[in-house]
């Protein structure tokens, strides 16, 4: 079975522009959760999607936004880029909740100049 | 906010050694994880330990938890070259609308032939 594939693996982007990440989960797993990982903040929870809703969010602002299809593939967005928002992001599925095992993708490393 | 800190930040051992991390948190859990993250790669799943569960075993891994102590630990045995990684614990917690996975700061293994 496939595994957690993103695209695109490596982004580099200016401040202020748009960026769309893109994930697709295990074939079957309908719970898709982004997290953001940073040398100083480490990992942290973004959100999650469940069959096509948002069942959490994370602290985070509204420059950051996500979404799912019907085939449970997600994206993500962020909005008027900064420096901080260099990160490797990392989506994840699982059969069940946030909080079952997940499944990680490689992961898109964004850096914003 | 971290729910769980690993204890060493830092770790390096020989080939054959064992390897032991820690981890703490904060607030009661219903499960805790164990991770493995290659050099800026996706994390990938080791082993979940159930609040009522104290010890759990896959293959060369040993995972304990002490609820009153609100602390885990991991051994890796007659460790290899290959399991040089970062090691992070992750505990469930209920944030704004469901539940995400809270990780530590991590744990960065070096294993040397």
Redesign the interface.
């Known amino acids: 079975k496939a595994g957690v594939t993103q695209t695109p693996r490596y982004l580099i982007k200016t401040r202020g522009q748009q960026v769309t990440l893109s994930c697709s989960p295990i074939s079957g797993h309908r719970s898709v959760s982004w997290y953001q990982q940073t040398p100083g903040q480490g990992l942290q929870f973004l959100f999650e999607y469940f069959s096509e809703t948002q069942r959490n969010k994370g602290n985070f602002p509204g420059r950051f936004s996500g979404r799912q299809f019907s085939n449970s593939r997600s994206e993500m967005n962020v909005s008027t880029l900064e420096l901080g928002d260099s990160a490797l992001y990392l989506c994840a599925s699982s059969w069940g909740t946030g909080r079952s095992e997940q499944f990680f993708g490689p992961g898109t490393r964004l850096t914003v100049l | 906010s971290?729910q769980g800190e690993e204890d060493p930040q830092a770790l390096s051992i020989q080939e054959g050694e064992n390897a032991t991390m820690n981890c703490s948190y904060k607030t009661s859990i219903?499960?805790l994880?164990w991770?493995r993250q290659n050099s800026?790669?996706?994390?990938?799943?080791l082993i979940?330990i159930r609040s009522n569960e104290r010890e759990k075993h896959s293959g060369r891994l040993r995972v304990t938890l002490d609820t009153s102590k609100k602390s885990s630990s991991l051994l890796i045995t007659a460790s290899r070259a290959a399991d040089t990684a970062s090691y992070?614990c992750a505990t469930?917690r209920f944030?704004?609308?469901?539940?995400?996975?809270?990780?530590?700061?991590?744990t960065s293994l070096l294993v040397t032939p």
């Open positions: 971290q219903n499960n994880q991770y800026g790669r996706g994390l990938v799943h979940l992070f469930d944030l704004n609308s469901g539940y995400a996975l809270n990780f530590g700061k991590g």
